[in-house]
């Protein structure tokens, strides 16, 4: 069993940065994959940033190459996604999650069936 919480949502101005964390716990989260998604209202839940095990292989949605990077901290047992030049169209609540038992793809493809354990989410949002 593996448990994800994130932290670090908030308001911020559009052009601002917010760095989020997720800490897992009940196994060591540098054994597997990790991720990022969202979910804006009434829409549905989209992938944001992947890293790999090793924190050598990221992937990132379009929408946010260039402003978001993924990185890990093993030693922590901790995901981060820093967020730069925020936009409004950025607002959603933002999940983590681990891939425990997901295809080696997972980080590639993004699918959010390949991961198994999600956190609660933690809400940011960007006025213009």
């Known amino acids: 069993q593996v448990q994800v919480v994130e932290s670090g949502g908030g308001l911020v101005q559009a052009g601002g940065s917010l760095r989020l964390s997720c800490v897992g716990s009940?196994?060591?989260?540098?054994?597997?994959?990790m991720g990022w998604f969202r979910q804006a209202p009434g829409k549905e839940r989209e992938f944001v940033a992947a890293?790999?095990?090793?924190?050598?292989?990221?992937n990132y949605a379009e929408s946010v190459k260039g402003r978001f990077s993924i990185s890990r901290d093993s030693a922590e047992n901790t995901v981060y996604l820093q967020m730069n030049s925020l936009k409004p169209e950025d607002t959603a609540v933002y999940y983590c999650?681990?891939?425990?038992?997901?295809?080696?793809?997972?980080?590639?493809?993004?699918?959010?069936?390949?991961?198994?354990?999600w956190g609660q989410g933690t809400q940011v949002t960007v006025s213009s």
């Open positions: 999650a681990a891939s425990v038992y997901g295809p080696s793809s997972t980080v590639q493809t993004g699918d959010p069936r390949g991961f198994d354990y």
């Open positions: 009940g196994r060591p989260c540098s054994s597997f994959a």
């Open positions: 890293v790999n095990w090793s924190g050598r292989e990221t």
